[in-house]
């Protein structure tokens, strides 16, 4: 027996209650040897168990709280509680996000502050077509190919130029805010060049040392990136691996192979060989990348599949250690659902010493190969290991750490196992954390829930956010990161405090806040610890940086102020330029240029300003939903976070915001419920799961407004007709859509609809400005049609997608939007940018210029001519339309002169004139000019006119051609949006029944 695995060494002074709880000792367990001469000709002595005293334990004796350790402490070093304290604001901020969280835990239960499982899963469920299991990526690809194509024939032809309005796009950020964040390399020739991958963003580029981004490619065939490695002979050569893995639920955001770049970044091809000439789906989802130290054409990939191995530089990949549940090699591991979710290679043997973790929600277990994978060793692990992470130390690789979360069969999914060390390069291990610490369980969990900071039950993450890393130069200083960062000091027995992420909301944050949710932790490559600590952490919310890594921690849990030193260790945000944010929806501002948006893991952010991309700021946290901004007044406005039921209000603009729905008692909503605004009273809103909620006095109160439609169904989609306050539709995750006509009565009633509708998820609902009986629905799932119409109230649908050159292709489309100024003209978000149609929806082209292939989660018109589009993954794009031109919307009728027409000369903005020419008029006829608008009076001929409709006569002089020009002015204070709708009509004097009218022509103010 070379070794064993030690655990239990670290009890609580409470032994006696620990010892009948839990078995104390070890367990020999073996690690079988394979070899080509004997399977299992060695065995190593190893031994497992689970950690001290448990998973992570309930707030008892065993755990001081936060009071007790402070009594302690204070007891033997009273001058700690002289050191760094947060101001008042940073405590206010503090304070405000617990209190969020605080209501959900009372209504909701126990759930985190974001829920990576529930996004996953609701971004999964949206896409899946009915009777598949898996997303036909390999068919997004084809599309975006057959895309690509058919946007360079349009640029080269007549359709190179505006579509519907829409030339070209901006990207307007946010470039501050950040987002999911998996992998990060650095050139060891030239550290201020740095690649970082955003799950759903692409791999980034920085020259400066992170101070700023540019994407690399926006050609990219695919998005999701959650590994890179660098070659370490030629940096101009980075591998992307994609797909993200480690979700133990349907939901994973799928990848598509492995991409290689031999320009530093600068264009990307996808490796062939990872998507033919192997089994479908071998690398829908490499999680990790690395590069062998002895020969950079070696490259191994752990996927859920298992471990691949290519020693062509990824011309050719051969599978070496197999994950049977999807595929089998010569060396299996157990089959699990995620496969390998971790690998490292030994930077000092030859041939290449590979250790590989498997598992999370299943029993895993962890292998070795000496040789380069052409055999393996396979621990032995405890029946609840989940999800294990691997850390090399740099200064001496026979030094190595574990950090292993539990896979729900032992304790909580996702709590801490055990901290693992090895001084014997892997022959053995020992569990390293001190339970009894402050710190010790709740590794992988929210801290300041855990210890009592806020009453409330315990969550743990580490199926999700799971990482380790140890100091370049000090085996002995061990980083490991979960929801929160920690530090230990002592080889991982005892743990410190880094960071806080509960000051998220403070500008500009405090020097100790770092966004929750780790998932890389990478040093510079000159790192000393010394004259260089700089180390770099990518999480949910982007990239951060530090270089004081060896600065104090802290011991202090509730910082709120708190009693005790807080971190030393500053941290400073990366996000400029890094637009990656992840959106589900936004809204824009009708008075000012203001955009509110609600992200995935990254709350709901706002920027005032089109051209300030690095300018946005964080209003609220969670995982950030639907937006409303009142159309009146910009500074009130709705926004939500996770679930039904999640609603605050603003009334000054987005800095402070009160909750305002407490009435809603339905729980049963989507992950991201729909929120819809009256636009003609802002007043009043809508949203629900399984039956509809409504507010008429701007969410002081709601209401049941209607029964359970279409159980088990959950709402999904709203649409408010702009000119019919009382007609309502709703979509529904299982296809249907139900049409109210008296949405605002006290009992509304409602319609079911089903004829020509497709049976899966409706994305959104949008009703033409016009005629409150045509609306169009559109669905997000592959192989159904993709935008319907309806011209009869809902009655009837049919499918507006069009075919090959001139349609929509068999992809997600997740919105639709009709410009308001011409109902002619439509916008559909998809999962691959945005479409454009002229003609109501029989034609339709590619408007993705400046934009990436990114999917585009909603679609909304700030004005007549600008037209915003909010990205899962890039953020948000700006399109300046060109104007709409006045529209002839017919109506003419023929009388004794002839049937004259009214033309429109102009754009109609606010404060400026237009010209009205009444052509084919005879002369010295009298003229009555009909003005249909709001109640909002302006002046035109000096004289005041009012709406519905109203008159004026005018006498046109004898000119010959019976044409007259006349011309107003719009006053100041004419709400955007508003139609003006022009029609005359003429008294042939003399003649009986001599009354032509004219054709009828529309404006929309922008």
Sequence with gaps: MLGRFAYGRHCYDHTDRCTREHTIGARAMLIRRHSSAALGGVCLALATMVPACGSAPTRTAEVPTAVEQLEETSRTAPDLAEGRRPTPAEVEAGWEALRAKRKKLATKGAKSFDKPDLAAKFFFDQRLAPGEVELPIERLSLERELLVEREALLARGDGGGTVAGISTWDWAGPGNIGGRTRALVIDP???????????????????????????????????????????????????????????????????????????????????????????????????????????????????????????????????????????????????????????????????????????????????????????WETYSVPTNQGRTTIALAPSNNDIMYLLMADNGTGGAFGALLDVYRSDDGGDSFTGQVDFGSLTGPWLLSNLILATGCLEGDTYSQGWYDNIIAVDPTDPDTVWVGGVDMFRSDDGGVNFGIPAYWIFYTTFPPPPYQLHPDQHTIVFHPDYDGVTNQTMYVGNDGGLFRTDNARAATSMEDCPLPGDMPLPEVEWTRLNNGYGVTQFYHGDSAKELDMYVAGAQDNGTSRVVSNNTPNAWDLVFGGDGGYVAIDPRDSQTMFIEYQFLGNIQKSIDGGTTFVDTDDDITDTDGTFIPPIAMDQADPDVLWTGGARPWRTLDSGATWQVAGPDFVNPGQMTAIAIAPTDSNIVYLGFDNGYIVRSTDALAPVPTWEIFANGLIGTWVSSVTVDPVDPDVAYCTYSTYNVPHILKTV???????????????????????????????????????????????????????????????????????????????????????????????????????????????????????????????????????????????????DIFGGTLYANPVSLEVFLAADGGGNLSVGGTWPAGIAAGTEIWFQYLIQDLGVTSGITLSNAVRATTP
């Design 189 to 375: 020739n030239d550290p201020n060049v740095m690649y970082a991958g955003g799950v759903a963003g692409g791999v980034w580029k920085s020259v400066d040392a992170g101070a700023s981004w540019n994407f690399t490619d926006d050609l990219m065939l695919n998005l999701a990136v959650s590994s890179l490695a660098l070659d370490p002979n030629d940096s101009d050569v980075i591998y992307a691996g994609t797909g993200e893995g480690i979700y133990p639920i349907s939901g994973s955001l799928q990848g598509l192979g492995i991409f290689k770049s031999v320009d530093a970044g600068a264009t990307w091809s996808q490796l062939s060989s990872t998507v033919s000439g192997v089994p479908v789906g071998s690398f829908y989802y490499v999680n990790k990348l690395v590069i062998s130290p002895n020969n950079s054409n070696r490259i191994y990939a752990g996927t859920r599949t298992g471990v691949w191995r290519s020693l062509n530089a990824g011309a050719s990949w051969q599978l070496v250690l197999g994950n049977p549940t999807y595929q089998s090699a010569a060396f299996d591991a157990p089959g699990t659902v995620v496969g390998c979710t971790d690998l490292v290679i030994r930077q000092d043997t030859n041939p290449d010493t590979l250790f590989a973790a498997f598992g999370n929600i299943q029993a895993g277990a962890m292998h070795r190969s000496f040789d380069g994978g052409d055999t």
């Design 792 to 938: 009869d109230g809902g009655q009837n649908w049919f499918s507006i997608d069009s075919l090959g050159f001139a349609g929509v292709p068999d992809i997600p489309v997740h919105w639709i939007e009709v410009r308001p100024c011409d109902n002619t003209q439509l916008y559909a978000g998809t999962e691959l940018g945005v479409f454009a149609s002229e003609d109501g929806g029989d034609n339709w082209s590619p408007v993705n210029t400046g934009l990436a292939h990114t999917v585009v989660e909603s679609l909304d018109f700030k004005d007549c001519d600008t037209l915003a589009a909010f990205t899962h993954g890039r953020g948000l794009f700006l399109a300046d339309l060109e104007p709409c031109t006045w529209k002839d919307v017919g109506g003419g009728a023929v009388g004794s002169a002839g049937t004259p027409s009214l033309l429109a000369d102009g754009a109609l903005t606010t404060g400026s004139s237009v010209t009205l020419d009444l052509a084919n008029t005879p002369a010295s006829a009298p003229v009555v000019l009909w003005i249909s608008f709001s109640s909002t009076p302006f």
